[in-house]
């Protein structure tokens, strides 16, 4: 194993040295930052024989897991020479298509009934944990997405879940490894499982904190909803690091989102790093983000992932070839830097993460 993170403060650390070491832009530290981008589908399937039609490739007509996982392996050293140092993979994914007929109906989960880990899924996480090894990156790996909690009915099949993924990924042997326990924990669509409300989500973390080998532990958050959320005193006290979400923020609610944080008594009394781990395709909002001395995350769904355009990044009818596909969360995903938006984030990235003005 050639990579492994560590905090020191609010710095991450890779092999014991501060990310980005002596570096600043434009008279910004970003030394300890770690750039970043939502992945959440690196390791996505579908075991719902109605829903698999919608994520077949347009290239070849098929879905195909394994091709999804492996392309987006070969992208990572791409992502890396461009500066990016982490990549938000998903066990339950995340939103391919928000759409009533689909969304509640397709079944990715890398997680059985009782909290048990699937092994196909854990085959292809692994593969992308090598290969992120390889070549220097962070794999911020998300437990439980709301669209697919159904797979766990319990609270006690969450937290079974929780210490299992924990407990595997320690046996992995991996050392590049953070955890966001919950996505967008808080949010009222997770309807009457008050388990990820901002009062119990403390106990989801501690969960995946719970496992030890040979030593060692896991670092693990769980990210907030977008617009003004900010997390509660429980949930920053059981948290190794901050992870908010920027969704639906102008430029100046990133800094003030960051500065109500940063205000608590319990911040205050630990001070830690604060990664957004999704935001939007906005660099405006990355630019606030480093302002204030965060890493980001940037997240560009894709067209076709609904029958109305929500924003210009998402459109309405998805791209026809292989070639075209946009964004790097409606399934099937290019993982390639092959679109304008993205050439726009990974230039920017690699301008601030190598000091140029």
């Not at 609010?10 to 750039?35: C, Q």
């Not at 669209?147 to 210490?163: C, G, S, Y």
């Not at 009457?192 to 009062?199: A, G, I, V, W, Y």
């Not at 995903?333 to 092959?338: A, K, R, S």
Request: proline share 4%; with cysteine.
């Amino acid at each position: 194993m050639k990579t492994e993170v560590r905090i020191d403060g609010t710095k991450f650390l890779v092999n014991g040295e501060p990310t980005y070491k002596g570096m600043s832009h434009d008279d910004r530290a970003i030394e300890g930052l770690l750039m970043n981008s939502r992945m959440v589908q690196a390791i996505f399937d579908d075991e719902c024989p109605e829903t698999v039609v919608h994520w077949e490739y347009p290239d070849t007509g098929v879905w195909d897991a394994d091709r999804n996982t492996d392309e987006f392996c070969a992208a990572l050293p791409t992502y890396r020479e461009h500066g990016l140092l982490g990549v938000t993979v998903g066990l339950q994914g995340g939103g391919s298509i928000y759409r009533k007929d689909v969304g509640p109906v397709y079944e990715n989960s890398a997680f059985r009934e009782d909290g048990g880990l699937k092994p196909a899924y854990c085959a292809r996480l692994s593969r992308v944990l090598e290969a992120a090894d390889e070549c220097g990156m962070i794999v911020i790996v998300n437990y439980f997405y709301i669209r697919q909690i159904k797979a766990l009915p319990t609270d006690e099949a969450v937290f079974a879940a929780a210490e299992n993924a924990s407990r595997w990924l320690l046996e992995s042997g991996y050392r590049n490894v953070l955890v966001d326990a919950a996505n967008e924990a808080g949010r009222k669509w997770w309807g009457d499982r008050d388990l990820f409300t901002k009062e119990r989500i403390h106990e989801v973390i501690e969960a995946a904190k719970r496992p030890v080998v040979d030593g060692r532990r896991l670092l693990v958050g769980a990210s907030t909803l977008g617009g003004m959320n900010v997390e509660s005193p429980s949930w920053i006290e059981a948290s190794d690091f901050l992870m908010p979400h920027g969704n639906g923020c102008t430029p100046e609610q990133i800094r003030e989102k960051v500065r109500i944080t940063r205000a608590t008594d319990e911040y205050k009394k630990r001070p830690m790093p604060i990664l957004f781990n999704e935001d939007s395709a906005r660099l405006e909002n990355m630019e606030a983000a480093v302002d204030e001395y965060c890493s980001w995350g940037y997240y560009a769904q894709g067209a076709g992932s609904r029958e109305e355009p929500y924003d210009s990044t998402w459109g309405a009818e998805r791209e026809k070839t292989y070639d075209a596909l946009s964004g790097f969360q409606t399934v099937p995903v290019n993982w390639g830097i092959n679109t304008e938006r993205k050439v726009e984030f990974f230039r920017r990235v690699k301008d601030i993460t190598s000091g140029t003005s």
